[in-house]
């Protein structure tokens, strides 16, 4: 069935650092992916999104890139700071609305 | 603040037991969407509405149901309580039925005993 995957399911960065999360998904039918950050007791936010047109988008800080080829994309975030910590998830739009999410990566900025 | 409102916040509840939960979209978004997350999980896609009909289906068990109002704000609706039902249940809105960030309301936090 459709999944979404991640590499690392935690990652420690120090503060100033760029960070990188992975992500890899199993449709090559999806053409919409989007990245969300939950911070504790909180719903998910958008970050930023990428179609299936486009290889690379750029963000304040942050970065995707998407590799059709090998079916991964990435999050960069440059400069990591301490409210950066949070679980970042990757998500793919797949059948029309469906939109499936990963497992999460938790990010911990150390000071 | 997204603009999604999730009613209860917290719910304590026995095996058993069936309980609603209630989410006011965004004032505009057509299309709701219902999540839920366990302990160190992700995200688990259940079931969206759009304009009152159900447009897609994730793994919902068939003790769940859902419905989507006139008024667009949606209820989903829990069954034959079990231990592992315990979990956070977000609502989620959108604008658009094809793509599109989602807005995330803060989660229904149950907890079946």
């Known amino acids: 069935g459709e999944s979404v995957g991640l590499h690392l399911p935690t990652l420690s960065v120090q503060e100033g650092d760029n960070s990188i999360i992975n992500c890899a998904y199993s449709n090559s039918a999806s053409d919409y992916f989007i990245w969300y950050k939950q911070e504790s007791g909180k719903g998910p936010q958008f970050i930023i999104d990428i179609r299936s047109n486009m290889d690379k988008r750029q963000g304040q800080r942050v970065t995707v890139l998407l590799n059709k080829t090998v079916k991964h994309l990435s999050l960069q975030i440059a400069a990591t700071q301490p409210g950066d910590s949070a679980v970042y998830f990757c998500a793919e739009q797949t059948s029309y609305d469906k939109v499936i999410f990963g497992p999460g990566t938790s990010l911990s900025v150390i000071p | 603040d997204s603009g999604v409102t999730q009613t209860p916040k917290h719910l304590i509840t026995a095996t058993g037991q069936r309980v609603t939960l209630r989410c006011s979209p965004r004032?505009?978004?057509?299309?709701v969407y219902w999540y839920q997350q366990s302990l160190d999980q992700g995200l688990q896609f259940l079931i969206q509405?759009?304009?009152?009909?159900?447009?897609a289906k994730g793994n919902i068990l068939e003790r769940f149901s859902a419905q989507q109002f006139p008024d667009l704000h949606s209820e989903l609706n829990l069954s034959s309580l079990e231990l592992g039902d315990s979990a956070l249940y977000f609502c989620?809105?959108?604008?658009?039925?094809?793509?599109?960030?989602?807005?995330f309301g803060e989660g229904s936090r149950l907890t079946v005993l």
């Open positions: 989620a809105s959108s604008v658009p039925p094809l793509g599109g960030e989602l807005f």
């Open positions: 509405y759009y304009n009152g009909e159900e447009r």
């Open positions: 004032s505009g978004d057509l299309s």
